[in-house]
């Protein structure tokens, strides 16, 4: 985009101020570079959600923005229930929930180089991943309801993973308030097969080195030191979120002129929080994101198990887990006054980023503020960051969530050959497992933008705080 | 060509062609399955019958795409050949394919919806032209 478009507040700060039908300015965290690079729909789609009624401060977008649906990816917008405010299916996506989970491991570099075959084998043998594959666990009606109120929680009650791992999960690894009979029969069916499954596209689970470490005195609180082993795992609420995001999307677009919402864009579907309509999609979505939390806590039991068996003296507790397609209900200080209000927090494609002292973050994480996951392409490098207290001035706390892409699917497939990627990384010394040379082909690295440009941004504009890069040594690609 | 693929960012849109509304929602069914494998590796082992309602053409094309979603991710199976009929703000129709097989489709990404992004369903220079983007 022109930089000309935007009233730049600072070198990572560009404003566009509040005009026509918007009832509050949209702001993009990023350097001129970036913007730049960005798509022109970027800057529609942030003018289009500031449009939006009872939204408050500005409508955000982080420094990975791109074209989205209705809102962009990486797009962050609260809204005030008592001023009319809406709540969006568009505005957390399809993959509800979505996120990151990272993984100690106690191990060091040369401890996985020597089974490093083995483990991707393994890995791959026992992590369902792919088109079509299904989990080992199928739910039936009843069970399926307690996932959906539970969570991970209800999880690890099952026997998949530990006690220890919920107070390491956002929301403590149950998502209050969920309302599982809000949940339609065909999202459940879906679902009934996919718990403990990686999906596809951009998800992943790969085992990682800390290559860099930027902040010693936070990274040793999160227990990161050079050469450490971890694991991340990049998923989400398989088709169950998938099914509740269409089938809200079609409801909030029906019923948005009965609400009075003129649409200036039919994907920007949302709905009165009050509405009916509002409050099943947030039952519904809310079960959804217990079904992310169970399904990565699912993955987090088998890779323990494939760890166990191959490298027995591996120590695997939970860094963090973390979501970037959530709505959630958040008390944030907006007027100055220091007193806060009950916002309704849209990050769809943006991560949460609760900075020192706030206190839905565990006490392990007050001084340094929550550890920010963000996954990069195959391939190339991830990064943990950590909330800054700026950041609620900011964006909600908010940051990133990860590289966005560079290339079509469909350029990425005229221009690599999935066994030629496979080759070429393993030559590096990164081993790529995964049932789809195609698949390979089109989340080639360089069909991605470099996920160190946007983290520095972030970094810089004070959204959060680089911690750690680390890079990939095994990948299980969906 | 009756369907092809166009570019959005990290997703991809799918648009049909047809001499009637019907035959571009089928034509823009099989460029889907094109999103996940080559349509001509998918055998007709199977018919799977469809149905969906929607206020308008737009919505009804969008309706019509996320049944199938729907169907080849409960069902694990890919689609080939379409056939429906249109009646006013609803569709019936069927879906001929099967289950997927990961050594021979190949299959490169599950479609999660289909979202209003680009949504079109027009007649255009005499033909009907159907599109919108996937979220893959």
Known sequence: MELDLFTRRSDYEWEIPQHGAMRVPALIYANAALIQDMDRKVYEQAVNVATLPGIVKASYAMPDAHWGYGFPIGGVAAFDPDAGGVISAGGVGFDISCGVRCLHTGLKRADIVKVQKELAGMLYHRVPAGVGSTGQIHLGEREMDAMLAGGAKWAVQRGWGLEADLERTEEDGQMKHARPGKVSPQAKKRQRDEMGTLGSGNHYLEVQEVTQVFDAKIAAAFGLQLGDIVVMIHCGSRGLGHQIGTEFLKKMAVTAGAHGIALPDRELACAPIDSEVGQDYLGAMRAAINCALANRQILTHLLRGVFHDILPQAEMPLLYDVSHNTCKLEEHRVDGNGATRKLYVHRKGATRAFGPGHPDIPLVFRETGQPVLIGGSMGTGSYVLAGTKESEGLAFSSACHGAGRAMSRHQALKTWQGRQVVDELAARGILIRSPSMRGIAEEAPEAYKDVSAVVDAADAAGLARKVARVEPLVCIKG | ?136
């Open chain 2, 1 to 136: 060509m009756r369907w092809e693929h166009y570019e959005h960012g990290a997703d991809i849109g799918v648009r049909g062609y047809g001499a009637s509304k019907a035959e571009a929602f089928e034509q823009a069914a099989l460029a889907m399955t094109a999103v996940v494998t080559d349509p001509a590796t998918v055998e007709q082992r199977e018919r799977v019958a469809i149905a969906c309602e929607a206020p308008d053409d737009e919505l009804l094309f969008a309706e019509w795409l996320n049944a199938l979603i729907y169907e080849m991710s409960a069902r694990r199976m890919l689609f080939t050949r379409f056939a429906l009929r249109l009646e006013g703000t609803r569709l019936s129709g069927e879906a001929w394919g099967e289950p997927v097989d990961p050594a021979r489709h190949h299959p490169a990404v599950e479609v999660k919806g289909a979202t209003y992004t680009t949504l079109r369903v027009a007649l255009e220079a005499g033909r009907w032209i159907a599109q919108t983007v996937v979220d893959v």
